[in-house]
């Protein structure tokens, strides 16, 4: 086994894994297997609010179900964010030592920064916070708003070279703005989070779904910032219904009905055949897929499910 392969698993504990989850997390562990490298499993529970004990429990049961692996991580609790706190903080505070963090008070970007962004989000506009006046912040104190925490992003452009999709661009201050690590009631956000998580576990290859290809560019950028090493994001499609993306949030095709109507290696020839790397859904474990697993078989754009043909 390689060490010098390593990725991740990263699901967050708000809903059951759906079938394009369940895609993604077949395809981040082809990627792996397929080098000979060690998979992670990261239990992204930031949020005290939406991590729900049920999901907890369920997310890595029905990866092992389906047939998949990893070498460390969960359960062992040290790699769930929600005992990764310190070196959050340790973060934070070198980029506020820089003079990158500011606080902000707009309640509606603080919203929007609480979990993963999804597509069809309207992006942070931006706001007048980073030029507030000492005099302005403090008559914002007094008035009892408690602010969360901005990084300030430099006019520059980063590209990605995403594994799958190819070099993708973006100006940081205009494409993307300054975005929020940590909300007011101290819990930190998605994006300061999983980079100094990717970074601080040696992760070197990021698969997820293609919602997440515009938050590389920024996540590139904070690792290098805080000295670390980007690894390789490569997105993989993302699986549509009619009714659009599907969402974990809305209760689509997930897990526990999935595995009601299938035995795993149905699934997984399902799945093979919905991203391309078998040609019919004849029952496979996922380890038959490693020889001759290629992203070049894989398509990039959305993949449409029918879920009355499934
Ligand atoms: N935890 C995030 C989610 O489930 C994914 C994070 C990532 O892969 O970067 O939406």
Known sequence: MSDLIRGRFAPSPSGYLHIGNLLSSLLAWLDVRSQGGRMLFRMEDLDPARSKPAYIAALGEDLRWLGLDWDEGWPDPSCAQSARTAAY???????????????CYCSRHERMAASAPH?????????RCAELSEAERAERE???????????????????????????????????????IRRSDGVYAYQLAVSVDDMEMGVTR???GRDLLSSAPRQKWLIETLGGKAPVYCHAPLVVSGGGKLSKRVGSLSTELLRARYSPGELCGKLARLCGLRESDAPLSPAALIPDFSWQKIPTADILFDETAF
């Open 89 to 103: 903080d340790a973060a934070f505070s070198a980029l506020q030592r820089r003079g990158l963090v500011y606080p």
């Open 142 to 180: 007094r008035a009892g708003r408690r602010p969360s925490w901005k990084l300030r992003v430099p006019d520059l452009d980063v590209t990605v070279d995403d594994g799958h999709f190819g070099p993708v661009t973006q100006n940081l201050r205009r494409d993307g703005g300054d975005f929020i």
């Open 119 to 127: 597509p069809g989000e309207a992006a942070d506009s931006g706001c």
């Open 206 to 208: 990021v698969v997820r």
